[in-house]
């Protein structure tokens, strides 16, 4: 029998930089490693909603300390190897880029040694990102025309350092420093040492691209001190150069409304994508624990809808499960004509829009009696409203009190998760506790409801010290019924709207 039959298969390793912190700053061809892998082993310091990119079978990694372990590096080398070996779809996911002081080299010569096919994907090197995003460009024609990266790990200020910095000191505009916190003082003496001008500009930009940034600016000859006076840790880049100069003028991310604030999504983590994206772009950081998911009934008749006058949708849940209850039985668009159909609120009629129908009927307001009063002269007709099971009763009350034959299916429910175990509601907790978040947001009743029941020792005292943001009327009221103080509440029952409360609210709070 020949013995290449019995010979495993051999997998590929993607070696991807996944950029600094922003999560959003990875490459689309490292997203698509991410999706096909079977294996990732993930740096430390990474973002973890990069990793929501991989398929649901991925095993999940979390590489060595090297903090702790100094034998890191030959155990990283041999999982990546490992897992290959056996025909598995590797990705070492990375931060910034494998190939600027990334160590990818070492592992890339690894797996050729090892015979492991490899490739390369690039990815955005914290010295670019973190100045980009602190309002510092590296080169600009009238201040730079030349720039250099360099570590600053103790290993590159020995005595047998390979790094020439008695050249390197004047040698470039602008000098990028990874690693060097630790060792501010002894940079800046081989800089100025070397020729440096102690008036030259310095800029240190801590946990760059991410909502918690921090910059700290002076010049070679006061650097340390301030500092020393802020306590800034790592991680951190060092900027050196007359550049520094247009932060002033070039501050673009932490002049965003929700810079720094750390807000707390409760909203079904299916529904919570919008929401998040809206509030990161504003410079929050979201932080999504999701207290209810969306479960459509199993055993739900979707009655013939030519017995009715009007079809009421008040949500795109209610839409979307409705449709598909009918398709699974043979039906589609056409079977609404000559039916009215009133939507609730801009998404369900976007909802709507999407499946060929254009509403005729709109509400200006999304509670249940409002909606009963606007739309037309309903008195003898039949009315359709497929929606959620905990819905609450003042839409068809207000219906039928103004003749309508109402009936009301329950299409689904919405039910308490476990918000990833444990662990993730451990964590929430002590952030709350500790002042660590700025703001919980509550998108419905049930998520302010599920919320506390999540943390029965000590429900209230959680949001005692933390604003409350809610979507409308009738989830302020929940809140309010709880002993729940609220701050901020939408205009409209939308999303935009909450988000547009929120910024208002602190724009208010900082002028």
């Given at each position: 029998m020949n013995a290449s039959v019995n010979k495993l298969p051999t997998g590929i390793v993607y070696i991807v930089g996944a950029g600094p912190g922003d999560k959003n700053l990875i490459t689309l061809k490292g997203v698509e490693c991410l999706?096909?892998?079977?294996?990732?082993?993930?740096?430390?310091l990474l973002n973890d909603a990069l990793l929501e990119h991989c398929p649901t079978h991925t095993e999940k990694i979390k590489a060595p300390d090297p903090r702790i372990r100094a034998t890191r590096q030959t155990e990283l080398n041999q999982l990546l190897v490992k897992h290959a070996k056996v025909g598995k779809i590797v990705v070492r996911l990375k931060g910034g880029d494998p190939y600027i002081f990334g160590r990818g080299g070492e592992e890339a010569m690894a797996l050729t040694e090892a015979g492991i096919p490899f490739e390369i994907v690039p990815g955005i090197?914290?010295?670019?990102?973190?100045?980009?995003?602190?309002?510092?460009?590296?080169?600009?024609?009238?201040?730079?025309?030349s720039v250099a990266f360099v570590t600053g790990h103790s290993a590159a200020l020995r005595s047998d350092s390979n790094i020439n910095w008695e050249q390197l000191a004047t040698a470039v505009d602008t000098l990028v420093v990874y690693m060097g916190?630790?060792?501010?003082?002894?940079?800046?003496?081989?800089?100025?040492?070397?020729?440096?001008?102690?008036?030259?500009p310095v800029s240190l930009v801590r946990v760059g691209t991410t909502s918690q940034q921090r910059v700290v600016q002076g010049t070679l000859a006061d650097i340390v001190s301030k500092v020393a006076a802020v306590q800034l840790e790592s991680p951190a880049v060092i900027v050196v150069g007359?550049?520094?100069?247009?932060?002033?003028?070039?501050?673009?991310?932490?002049?965003?409304?929700?810079?720094?604030?750390?807000?707390?999504?409760?909203r079904a983590r299916a529904q919570a994508s919008e929401f998040a994206d809206r509030l990161e772009a504003n410079g929050a950081e979201v932080i999504q624990f999701p207290t209810i998911k969306i479960q459509p009934l199993e055993r739900v008749d979707v009655p013939p809808l030519d017995k009715y006058d009007w079809v009421i949708f008040t949500s795109v849940n209610a839409v979307e499960i409705f449709y598909e209850r009918l398709r699974e039985n043979g039906k589609d668009v056409r079977t609404f004509g000559g039916i009215e159909i009133c939507a609730v609120g801009p998404k369900t009629v976007e909802a709507l829009n999407d499946i060929g129908i254009q509403p005729d009927f709109v509400p200006t307001h999304s509670r249940g009696s409002a909606i009963a009063a606007e739309i037309e002269d309903i008195s003898g007709k039949k009315i359709l409203l497929p929606r959620a099971k905990i819905a609450t009763a003042d839409l068809p009350k207000g219906l039928r009190d103004r003749g309508a034959h109402v009936n009301d299916v329950p299409l689904y429910d919405t039910v308490k998760v476990a918000s990833d175990g444990e662990k993730k509601r451990d964590e929430i907790e002590t952030d709350l506790l500790d002042g660590?978040?700025?703001?919980?947001?509550?998108?419905?009743?049930?998520?302010?409801?599920?919320?506390?029941?999540?943390?029965?020792?000590?429900?209230?005292?959680?949001?005692?010290?933390?604003?409350?943001?809610?979507?409308?009327?009738?989830?302020?009221?929940?809140?309010?019924?709880?002993?729940?103080?609220?701050d901020m509440v939408a205009e409209k029952a939308t999303i935009e709207s909450l988000v547009e409360a929120v910024i208002a609210a602190y724009c208010n709070l900082s002028s």
């Open positions: 999706q096909r892998a079977d294996v990732v082993i993930y740096d430390l090197t914290s010295a670019i990102a973190a100045s980009a995003y602190a309002g510092i460009p590296v080169t600009h024609r009238d201040y730079a025309s916190v630790a060792h501010l003082r002894q940079i800046v003496e081989r800089l100025v040492t070397h020729g440096r001008h102690p008036a030259t007359e550049v520094n100069r247009l932060r002033q003028h070039l501050r673009w991310f932490d002049t965003k409304p929700l810079f720094g604030k750390r807000i707390l999504v409760t660590r978040i700025d703001l919980v947001t509550f998108t419905s009743s049930s998520t302010v409801t599920n919320f506390l029941e999540m943390f029965p020792a000590h429900p209230k005292t959680l949001l005692a010290d933390v604003q409350v943001a809610v979507i409308g009327p009738e989830t302020q009221k929940t809140a309010i019924e709880h002993g729940i103080q609220v």
